[in-house]
């Protein structure tokens, strides 16, 4: 096939569509990916044709709306702002270069919040498979939508109709007047169904991590999707540090940013020595880091996860979907700091699978509370006997040939 992926989003988001992209290759498949230009060295790495779309990528602007974003504390008020800026004010760019990118492939695989992606699909006529990675936005009486207790299927279907209706009056107003900027027809409960593809969505995620969730038959989980790296040789200091004394605290933030680099480095730093513990501190795009003569602190730039995590004692992280997952199959525990959307989805999940102390929500970050949920960490052996368990389930998972499967099984005639 000939298929064209609209990769949308941060580091998060758009590498694990890399990952599906390079897998789909190997299966002979021609695949073109829709992407920003930050992304363009990756995917020509891999091999996929690659096609500019969308607005040039702005760091200060991106921690501007972060930390709009990390002081919002309505859970829905981030999906709002994502709506605005994300679709409203920068989507029709990004659904013209879609149009002329997609024309004349078969199949589009696109994130389930890429409206403009979905709607050029739809106006060349090619059938469109959507990904998610947080299975906790998906409606189901199996679970309620984050931050309701699940307590009854009766009341997670009560909870679901309550906030279908919210985001029917509050969100899709704003998706649909994109949809009908660009001659699409508005789509109904548009946030809290239609946003997924009625072909299929894919959920890239463990059913490790999501057990006893089903939903209707178009999602599909297939497992987490890595995307291979090339064989890493870490710096020599990287291996000394880590040889000088016992495993670190690795502290990791990923995409996230913010304006506040240098006092969240500061936060960071303070509650390290608070624990009188080692730790290994990466920059991301929040640009952490510091100077620091602490012999116990190393500040890094990029390290791949898949090697630094399972040198850790645990990981301090934002929560995001791929770094939870690539944690837990690391077979180490977690202090989840969740910034924005689904993080606080991910950092209850952990919780709740006694592989994480309680979330601490960034905007709440302190040395002192961050010390004691990595104080927690060490107090109770059980979290990493636990993620020892998950981390082994994990590893018969194969989320690439999984998916890869379903998208092959699509009848496109």
């Not at 601490?360 to 002192?368: E, G, I």
Request: aromatic fraction near 10%.
């Amino acid at each position: 096939m000939k298929i064209a992926i609209a990769a949308w989003g941060t580091t998060g988001d758009v590498y694990p569509l890399l990952a599906l992209a390079e897998r789909l290759l190997k299966n002979k498949h021609q695949v073109r990916v829709c992407a920003p230009s930050i992304y363009k060295d990756r995917i020509v790495e891999i091999g996929a044709d690659f096609y500019e779309v969308g607005v040039a990528f702005d760091l200060a602007e991106f921690h501007q709306t972060m930390d709009t974003m990390i002081a919002m504390r309505d859970p829905m008020a981030p999906l709002l702002l994502i709506a605005k800026e994300g679709v409203i004010k920068r989507g029709e760019k990004w659904y013209n270069d879609c149009l002329a990118a997609m024309k004349d492939y078969d199949l589009v695989i696109c994130h389930s919040v890429d409206i403009p992606a979905q709607e050029a699909s739809i106006k060349n006529g090619i059938p469109w498979i959507t990904v998610t990675y947080c299975p906790g936005f998906i409606k189901t009486p199996d679970q309620a939508p984050y931050p309701f207790p699940n307590w009854s299927r009766t009341f997670n279907s009560i909870v679901w109709k309550l906030v279908r209706l919210r985001l029917k009056y509050s969100v899709d107003p704003l998706f649909n007047q994109f949809i009908a900027s660009v001659g699409g027809k508005p789509r109904a409960f548009m946030a809290s169904d239609e946003m997924y593809s009625p072909y299929l969505n894919l959920i890239a995620a463990s059913p490790s991590l999501c057990s006893q969730i089903t939903f209707e038959p178009n999602h599909k989980f297939t497992g987490v999707w890595h995307l291979g790296q090339p064989l890493y040789e870490p710096p020599s200091e990287l291996t000394g540090f880590l040889s000088d004394g016992a495993p670190p605290i690795v502290i990791t933030f990923g995409s996230m940013g913010g304006s506040d680099g240098k006092e969240t480095t500061e936060i960071l730093v303070k509650a390290i020595k608070m624990t009188d513990q080692r730790a290994i501190i990466q920059a991301g795009w929040g640009q952490l880091g510091t100077q620091d003569s602490n012999p116990n602190i190393y500040c890094a730039e990029y390290v791949p996860h898949q090697w630094l995590f399972t040198q850790a004692l645990c990981v301090v992280h934002h929560g995001g979907a791929g770094t939870t997952a690539s944690v837990c199959r690391a077979k180490v525990p977690s202090v989840v700091v969740p910034h924005i959307t689904d993080q606080f989805y991910w950092g209850k999940l952990v919780y709740d699978l006694g592989v994480a102390p309680k979330s601490l929500p960034r905007r709440k970050l302190t040395a002192k509370q961050l010390a004691q949920r990595i104080e927690k960490v060490m107090e109770t052996p059980s979290m990493t006997e636990r993620a020892k368990t998950i981390g082994t389930q994990m590893e018969s998972e194969d989320g690439l040939t999984t998916a890869v499967d379903l998208i092959e099984s699509i009848p496109l005639s």
